[in-house]
């Protein structure tokens, strides 16, 4: 929809001039660059386009767009549950070595349907307080070599 609206917008369908004639070096590179940037404000008007179709002014999507931009600094951890839980034990590669606590992705695909739900509980209580295990845990073990 986003792409059809910049198109129709822009008249991307019907050029009156060829986008690969931008291409085309000129003598030096501020000549070109001026060419590119002649070809995007008066021939095409793109952006104006764009906001007519839209039915609005730059100043009016700047301030949605500035809006926008406060929502971005923050998240949101929503709440998981057994099923996702699942899925996501299915996904690890059964082939892989075990981990610091020495299970194996294949020994965790075989029990999710029994640890689902505790694991999900305990994800829902680290994003509901805030509180996360200490990652502390290290565990070195020698590996003779073969």
């Not at 917008?9 to 002649?38: F, I, M, R």
């Not at 299970?103 to 029994?114: D, G």
């Not at 994003?127 to 003779?144: A, Q, R, S």
Request: charged content about 25%; proline content about 4%.
């Amino acid at each position: 929809m986003t792409w059809k609206l910049i198109k129709d917008a822009g008249n991307l369908v019907k050029s009156h001039k060829s986008p690969g004639s931008l291409l085309n070096l000129k003598e030096n590179y501020t000549e070109s660059l001026d060419e590119v940037n002649t070809y995007f404000t008066t021939e095409k008007k793109l952006a104006n386009k764009i906001l007519d179709k839209l039915s609005t002014t730059d100043s009016h999507l700047a301030t949605k767009v500035q809006s926008f931009n406060k929502l971005c600094n923050s998240f949101t951890l929503f709440p998981t549950d057994p099923s996702e839980i699942c899925s996501i034990i299915s996904g690890l590669n059964k082939d892989s070595a075990p981990g610091w606590d020495g299970i194996s992705a294949r020994i965790l695909n075989e029990c999710k349907i029994v640890l689902a739900g505790p694991i999900a509980h305990l994800c829902n209580l680290s994003f509901e307080t805030g509180i996360f295990p200490d990652n502390n845990l290290k565990k070195i073990t020698n590996m003779k070599k073969k």
